[in-house]
């Protein structure tokens, strides 16, 4: 199979299994999707989603979130962990919005990336998924699954994202990035893996990698 043919076999085979996407975050406008993103850096999505109601409940935008202290929004968002730096950059970037943006999420990756506690991932997500802009944010799933499908060399994640961009077309990257993620959760997880229910895997996977497999399973 030519790099090509494996790029529509995978484009093809997320399309067939997720023809609808749901998102991973519950949201419901730019500035609570950036909150939940944030949050869920070295958590889980449904953690984050047991979490969210609770603070958004008290603060959903800028203007009231200020009115809390790092250490209130720290005592509602401990559960997902890393809270004492994801208090102060939630706290910390509501006043930078409300300063320099009117309030409002800013539309590009520098004004995003220059906001406490807020990466180049954290950015991408937002220009994605709030705005629609074409963005490929690569996470654990998608860095994994690029390189079982050898598709990257698998260095890091900056490079995965340059591969991603190059690889599939840019009309898709919205709805593919958040495919993927769904495929490596259900599909080809990190643990417990079964590659005879991992279809792409199986059809175009890298060959060390399915060795090991194959050898781990003798």
């Known amino acids: 199979m030519t790099k090509p043919e494996k790029v529509e076999f995978v484009i093809n085979t997320l399309k067939e299994l997720y023809p609808t996407i749901p ?5 419901k406008d730019p500035y609570t999707l950036l909150i939940a993103v ?14 969210t109601p609770l603070l958004f409940q008290k603060a959903d935008n800028p203007y009231d979130m200020i ?3 790092a250490e209130e929004i720290r005592d509602i968002i401990r559960p997902v962990g890393l809270s004492p730096m994801k208090s102060k950059g939630i706290y910390g970037l509501s006043h930078i919005l409300i300063d320099k943006h009117d309030g409002q999420v800013p539309q590009s990756y520098e004004d995003l990336e220059a906001l406490p506690a807020v990466g180049h991932k954290t950015a991408a997500v937002v220009m994605s998924q709030a705005f629609g802009i ?4 690569v ?6 699954l690029m390189y079982r499908w050898n598709l990257t060399n698998g260095k890091n994640v900056v490079q995965t994202e340059k591969d991603a961009k190059r690889l599939f077309p840019e009309a898709i990257w919205n709805d593919l990035h958040l495919q993927i993620i769904w495929y490596g959760r259900q599909y080809s997880p990190a643990r417990a893996w079964d590659l005879e229910k991992d ?4 059809t175009v996977g890298r060959k060390s ?3 090991t497999y194959y050898k781990s399973k003798r």
Request: charged share 20%.
């Open 23 to 27: 998102v991973p975050l519950d949201h």
């Open 38 to 51: 944030l949050l869920s850096a070295q958590s889980t999505d449904v953690r984050v989603n047991q979490i």
């Open 67 to 69: 009115k809390l202290s």
């Open 134 to 137: 074409p963005a490929f944010p």
């Open 139 to 144: 996470d654990t799933h998608i860095h994994r």
């Open 199 to 202: 279809i792409i895997t199986k």
């Open 209 to 211: 990698v399915l060795d």
